[in-house]
């Protein structure tokens, strides 16, 4: 979600240029002049495993940064991960599922607390407005029965 447009900030247009190991990765292309509002969606990878990558932290799940939660969220999912990968090494899927479980409680988590304060200001703001309407990627503010894959 983009707080306000880039192109609002005086003296925006000095700090286009990427550090130097961004540079070196992506070009030396200009970083965009202004971003577009968007609404806060939650992503969330589903499964967030397969046989050679298990997602953790914020590949596994992303949610509106204002929200700051994405570091509590990733050390929560830290022991879960690492009992899915020592699971698949040794052909036992089920922590894996059990990660994807874990996963799911974060989102759902994520959406009932945001629901929480769209209800508690009437959410007739336009800032609370989008955050409203589900808008999940992946398995995106939907029920677990309602995934969307990737």
């Not at 130097?20 to 968007?38: K, M, V």
């Not at 806060?40 to 992303?62: F, I």
């Not at 969220?73 to 899927?93: Q, Y």
């Not at 629901?115 to 336009?126: A, K, Y």
Request: hydrophobic residues 40%.
């Amino acid at each position: 979600m983009t707080v306000m447009r880039v192109g609002d900030l005086p003296g925006t247009d000095d700090h286009r240029e990427p550090p130097e190991h961004t540079a070196r990765r992506l070009g030396r292309r200009a970083l965009p002049a202004t971003a577009d509002y968007r609404g806060a969606t939650v992503g969330y990878a589903s499964p967030p495993w397969s046989a050679r990558l298990v997602a953790v932290g914020g590949a596994a799940v992303a949610v509106d940064p204002l929200s700051s939660s994405g570091v509590r969220d990733a050390l929560r999912l830290a022991g879960p991960a690492a009992a899915a990968v020592l699971g698949l090494l040794d052909g036992d899927t089920g922590p894996a599922h059990q990660y994807a479980r874990c996963v799911r409680a974060i989102v759902d988590e994520h959406l009932d607390q945001r629901g929480h304060f769209v209800m508690l200001t009437g959410g007739h703001e336009p800032f609370w407005e989008k955050r409203r309407r589900p808008a999940v990627r992946s398995g995106v503010d939907r029920p677990a029965s309602g995934r969307v894959d990737h």
